[in-house]
């Protein structure tokens, strides 16, 4: 769906919109680079229609992010770090002085300016990689310690509340309303074996032993951006669903697509590996930046967290093909049956390497 001239005009972009196309590969909202020119000279911005079924409170959502990007700038400021607008995200307002649009479709749009000259990447390439992410988003939740958790809103309840995941499958299974069930028996077999992981994190975090931090809760690989030359990690993106959590999430989805030399939905699995070279750097990076605020306990369940991420993520991929294939986007059929089959062939890896991957968290 390309915009309108009613979103074209809404933002407060001096120039003369020339150009726009579809932009990066993220599942939830449709994202597109816009190119405005003036005086001869061209701007690129990022321009999202808000996936709205997902998200019920935009307003909300909206709010959020700009309380998390004025917090990271006022500390970015503070610490006089320099290329701010670099390591924070810039929302472009709306000619109303509003900082997103809601189009006569009921469609809501927001607008940010590109990060020219930084990369975002769906698979790593060198250890550099893991430590700059693990560094980047652990300096990003050390740097929300001290917003007030009450200003934001849930945006999506229940997260990553893998109990909560876990019983949806069971349900989407008891339902099949899609008769794929059939499909997929083996993969459901794998996480009825392992249903007492679920409730672990859950538990230590009712009874107080992991606090509940300000988290991203969306640490995939490809939601920071890194410095196109150095590799240096500069600006976490993504923040639609910066809310309460626990810190071994944000380091766990990172175990499970910064260790992996290979895409998400991979249909090779011999090359669906964590590479534990690349976890022991995501452990360092992650140490670097947030070790000092982490208790020991966190630390010490840096490993499980890759496995219960990973797995949780496959659980919703493998709930997302029974039910029809409604949240994430997919580009071929059985997508999420590939992306489900990556994941849990990961938690292998893992529970295969459970052992070196301990010594090397007892190590740092
Ligand atoms: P989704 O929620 O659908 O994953 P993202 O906000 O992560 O959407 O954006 C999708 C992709 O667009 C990112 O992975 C990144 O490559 C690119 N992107 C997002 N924001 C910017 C930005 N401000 N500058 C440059 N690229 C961006
Ligand atoms: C989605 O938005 P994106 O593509 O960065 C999803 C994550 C999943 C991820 C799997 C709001 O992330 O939770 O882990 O896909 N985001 C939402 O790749 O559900
Ligand atoms: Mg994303």
């Known amino acids: 769906m390309s915009q309108t001239k009613e979103v074209i005009d809404a933002f407060d972009?001096?120039?003369?919109?020339?150009?726009?196309?579809?932009?990066?590969?993220?599942?939830?909202?449709?994202?597109?680079c816009v190119v405005y020119e003036l005086n001869g000279k061209r701007f690129r911005f990022i321009r999202q229609r808000i996936n709205k079924k997902i998200f019920k409170n935009v307003p909300a959502l909206m709010n959020n992010i700009s309380l998390v990007i004025n917090h990271q700038y006022e500390k970015l400021s503070q610490a006089g770090i320099p290329d701010?607008?670099?390591?924070?995200?810039?929302?472009?307002?709306?000619?109303?002085?509003?900082?997103?649009?809601?189009?006569?479709?009921?469609?809501?749009?927001?607008?940010?300016?590109?990060?020219?000259?930084?990369?975002?990447?769906?698979?790593?390439?060198?250890?550099?990689?893991a430590f700059e992410t693990a560094k980047?988003?652990?300096?990003?939740?050390?740097?929300?310690?001290?917003?007030?958790?009450?200003?934001?809103?849930?945006?999506?309840p229940n997260f990553h509340h893998t109990r909560s995941r876990f019983n949806t499958l069971i349900s989407a299974v008891e339902n099949d309303k899609f008769n794929r069930?059939?499909?997929?028996?083996a993969e459901i077999d794998f996480v009825l074996n392992r249903e007492s992981i679920v409730d672990i994190l859950?538990?230590?975090q009712k009874s107080g032993v992991l606090p509940t931090r300000i988290t991203h809760n969306d640490t995939k690989l490809?939601?920071?951006?890194?410095?196109?030359?150095?590799?240096?990690?500069?600006?976490?993106?993504d923040l639609d669903t910066v809310m309460p959590g626990l810190s071994l999430y944000d380091f766990g989805d990172m175990v499970r697509t910064a260790t992996s030399t290979v895409e998400e939905d991979e249909r090779d699995l011999s090359k669906a590996n964590m590479d534990i070279n690349m976890f022991s750097a995501l452990v360092k990076g992650f140490l670097t930046s947030a070790g000092d605020v982490l208790v020991e306990k966190e630390i010490e369940l840096l490993p499980f967290s890759g496995k219960l991420i990973t797995f949780e993520i496959g659980v919703r991929f493998l709930t997302d093909y029974l039910q029809g294939d409604s949240y994430f986007k997919i580009h071929r059929k059985k997508q999420n049956v590939d992306r489900c089959r990556k994941q849990f062939k990961m938690v292998e890896s893992m529970e295969e390497q459970e052992i070196e991957m301990i010594k090397i968290v007892e190590k740092a």
């Open 13 to 32: 972009i001096k120039g003369t919109h020339i150009d726009e196309f579809p932009y990066g590969n993220g599942h939830i909202n449709d994202t597109f």
């Open 84 to 129: 701010i607008d670099k390591r924070v995200l810039t929302l472009v307002p709306t000619k109303n002085g509003e900082n997103y649009f809601v189009d006569s479709a009921g469609n809501f749009w927001r607008t940010y300016i590109f990060l020219e000259n930084l990369i975002s990447l769906e698979t790593v390439e060198k250890t550099a990689h």
């Open 136 to 156: 980047a988003f652990g300096e990003f939740q050390r740097r929300l310690a001290d917003l007030d958790a009450n200003k934001l809103t849930e945006t999506i």
């Open 181 to 185: 069930a059939k499909d997929v028996r």
């Open 202 to 204: 859950l538990n230590l």
């Open 222 to 237: 490809n939601n920071v951006m890194l410095n196109a030359e150095t590799g240096e990690g500069m600006c976490v993106i």
